[in-house]
């Protein structure tokens, strides 16, 4: 063989390690692909560990694998493991250990001689005897992920060079997941939070309609009782419509004998009827006790329907709402409550439909109509009144505004009224929730609250929620 054939030969012996090389890299990389993607979906660090050792089985071969975590100044616990049972063990540190944790990947001969794993032998289903320390760290984070195979001296200088090759990979994919596992925990977190805070609004409406129970019942009771009252009246008059019928159809009787004696008897009994009876009267009567009637019942109608949208669970619906709408319907629900000691004016002018919840906008204004209500203590007023205007900050708004001539408000007091649990009244007499739940509903529609108040003179609240186009 000439020196030319020879350099052809050992050009090609090159050109084939190249062309494996390129195709073992290319393997890898495709390998570290998929398994990056398959990391990128864990959605707990166990998952991540567990999808981790499922890439590497493909890379650096292992019988049993597992991750050291160190917790304390020279041990380690077993946060992750293909073999269950090493789940949760406790690690000293050998010397072997604390180069690895350094940041030194090890390849270990025999693991049997090594101090820190004699204690661990026994347990393994079966004897392991070569092991591969990768060391990794990440967010809070000093680990080893350990590869162990029962052939001793398995792991060589090649695969030291992998794990070194490989540590970055490691510690850049840790970085993604644990960045996403946060924000999944910050998505749980935040699930939690609307959870409990709606949980406590609804606590808040339960509250207030404890509060308002007695005069709920009384606002129904009184129109219940009249209407019942007047179908005993109807009953009665009953009677007297049935006579006559009687009367009536004697009449016709008498006229169709052409008997004119029947006709004028029976004339004569009609006439004494109607003078004892009054029918005309009762008539009159019936016609008042109809529509009292239907005033009632639509008054129970009116307080149950304010009733319904106002303890509604869960309905986070929005949709257009009338403002001056649900200002009349909440008058209704806490009438009771204000009439015997407060005179209630209104002053509704012309308002644009805002988007949002009318039963949250209901409870809005049960909050502050009771609690314009408990700061009168004996005589008092207050106004509610509505509107639209142009606000410096929110631009075009439909506002209301419920204001009273009650004890008023300290100025140290004011700066703290709307923080949760805080409240001014009495022990047993306020959840402490009413006034920060209503700035967060009204928060939430894209509106502000705003109050002035003076002592011994009275506060006022003003609600300003943008006008949107629908």
């Known amino acids: 063989m000439n020196e030319r054939e020879e350099e052809l030969l050992e050009a090609l012996n090159r050109a084939y390690r190249l062309k494996e090389q390129a195709e073992e890299q290319h393997r890898e990389s495709q390998l570290l692909l998929t398994g990056t993607r398959a990391l990128l979906e864990a959605n707990s660090s166990e998952d991540m560990y567990k999808r981790m ?37 406790t690690w000293k540190l050998d010397s072997v250990f604390k180069r690895a944790v350094l940041g030194q990947p090890c390849a270990v001969y025999d693991i049997q001689r090594q101090p820190a794993w004699i204690e661990h032998l026994p347990g393994l289903n079966q004897p392991m005897v070569a092991a591969l320390y990768c060391p990794f760290s990440g967010p809070g984070i000093n680990a080893i992920l350990v590869f162990c195979h029962s052939e001793k001296g398995f792991y060589i200088n090649r695969h030291t060079q992998m794990a070194v090759k490989y540590k970055e990979f490691m510690e850049q994919t840790l970085l993604s997941v644990n960045a996403k596992l946060l924000a999944l925990e910050s998505q749980s977190l935040r699930a939690e939070k609307e959870r409990v805070e709606q949980g406590l609004v609804q606590s808040e409406k339960m509250a207030s309609l404890g509060l308002l129970a007695a005069g709920v019942a009384h606002e129904i009771n009184n129109p219940i009782g009249f209407v019942s009252s007047n179908i005993n009246y109807l009953a009665d008059s009953l009677k007297d419509i049935k006579e006559l019928d009687q009367n009536l159809n004697a009449l016709v009787a008498a006229h169709q004998s052409d008997s004119n004696d029947q006709i004028q008897q029976a004339l004569q009994a009609a006439i004494e009827w109607q003078q004892d009876s009054h029918i005309d009267e009762t008539l009159t009567d019936l016609d008042d006790l109809v529509k009292d009637c239907r005033d009632g019942l639509l008054r129970v109608r009116d307080i ?16 257009p709402v009338d403002i001056n709408r649900c200002i009349e319907s909440t008058l209704k629900l806490v009438a009771n409550e204000l009439k015997y000691h407060c005179e209630v004016e209104t002053e509704l002018g012309p308002t644009e439909a805002i988007m949002g919840n009318e039963g ?28 639209t205007c142009n606000h410096p900050d929110l631009g075009h708004c439909t506002w209301f505004s419920v204001r009273d001539n009650g004890c008023g408000i300290s100025p140290e007091k004011l700066s703290r009224i709307f923080e949760p649990f805080y409240t001014t009244k009495e022990v047993g007499k306020g959840t402490g929730l009413g006034l920060a739940i209503s700035y967060s509903i009204i928060e939430n529609m894209g509106g502000i609250i705003e109050v002035e108040s003076q002592l011994n003179k009275g506060t006022c609240f003003s609600v300003f929620i943008p006008v949107s186009d629908f």
């Open 53 to 89: 050792f499922e890439v590497f089985s493909n890379i650096i071969p292992y019988e049993i694998a597992f991750v050291l975590d160190q917790q304390a100044p020279g041990t380690m616990i077993c946060t992750s493991s293909t073999f269950s049972p090493l789940q949760g063990s």
């Open 304 to 319: 149950v329907s304010g009733l319904r949208n106002f303890a509604r669970v869960d309905d986070e619906s929005t949709n």
């Open 360 to 387: 949250k906008l209901n409870q809005v204004l049960t909050n502050l109509l009771v609690n314009a209500g408990h700061a009168i203590e004996e005589k008092g007023k207050i106004r509610i009144a509505s509107s």
